[in-house]
């Protein structure tokens, strides 16, 4: 089955404790993403990446950390979590976006993760 | 950068009536417009999407339409349903060296018996 897969789907932590959030895709799909989700403020886009070993920050992407070893693979890092990073993290593919190719994003299930 | 905006923020229709939700965008470069539809406690969805050579598109009961001149994009449910609860939001496609997605804030939609 075609899909995007976050782990872990729910975090607690505490300030300071370094963490990652795993995001995987079966679909062979060149273009990643993450996004926060927060009240009011919709979907804001923290760090993408059009292919392996590129990447690049979004609208929000003090805090954060990624990679793209692989095409399937794009973990968010977060080395020093604080409690104004506690949202809803989503992972999205597409099989690319570039010009006149804009493709459909699959998001995965959502990670709620709460910094205290 | 491009900037989405998006209203209503909250919808309330009763259900068989029409739905209409607006959005404007500011890159005039933008060329590509979709919609997603986000359940509770579930991940977004693509309803449907536009691109900027066509100026509407349906799908059954949804359809979207396109304005480029006044740089807005709506979405119409018609016939409403409870299933269409849901929060929507709106996207526009931003070239800034690379390609990224900008979102609108989202709707809410409430359908009421």
């Known amino acids: 089955e075609a899909q995007v897969t976050q782990n872990p789907r729910y975090l607690i932590t505490v300030t300071g404790k370094k963490l990652t959030v795993t995001c995987s895709q079966n679909?062979?799909?060149?273009?990643m993403s993450w996004y926060r989700q927060d009240p009011g403020l919709g979907l804001r886009q923290i760090y993408y990446s059009m292919n392996v070993e590129v990447t690049d920050k979004g609208d929000v992407p003090e805090g954060y950390k990624v990679s793209r070893k692989e095409k399937r693979n794009f973990p968010l890092i977060l080395e020093s979590p604080s409690p104004n990073q506690t949202s809803l993290y989503f992972c999205?593919?597409?099989?690319?976006?570039?010009?006149?190719?804009?493709?459909?994003?699959?998001f995965g299930q959502g990670t709620r993760l709460t910094v205290v | 950068g491009e900037n989405v905006e998006q209203h209503p923020s909250t919808l309330s229709v009763q259900e068989g009536d029409s739905a209409v939700i607006k959005c404007t965008y500011s890159?005039?470069?933008?060329?590509?417009f979709p919609w997603y539809k986000q359940e509770l406690g579930k991940r977004p969805q693509l309803i449907i999407d536009i691109r900027s050579n066509v100026g509407e598109k349906k799908d059954q009961r949804i359809a979207v339409t396109l304005n480029k001149t006044a740089k807005h994009f709506s979405l119409h449910i018609t016939e409403t349903q409870p299933e269409d609860s849901a929060v929507y939001f709106c996207a526009a496609i931003q070239y800034s060296g690379n390609y990224q997605l900008i979102w609108g804030a989202g709707t809410k939609l409430i359908i009421k018996p």
């Open positions: 999205a593919s597409s099989i690319r976006q570039g010009p006149n190719q804009n493709t459909e994003a699959f």
């Open positions: 890159d005039s470069a933008s060329n590509y």
């Open positions: 679909m062979n799909h060149e273009y």
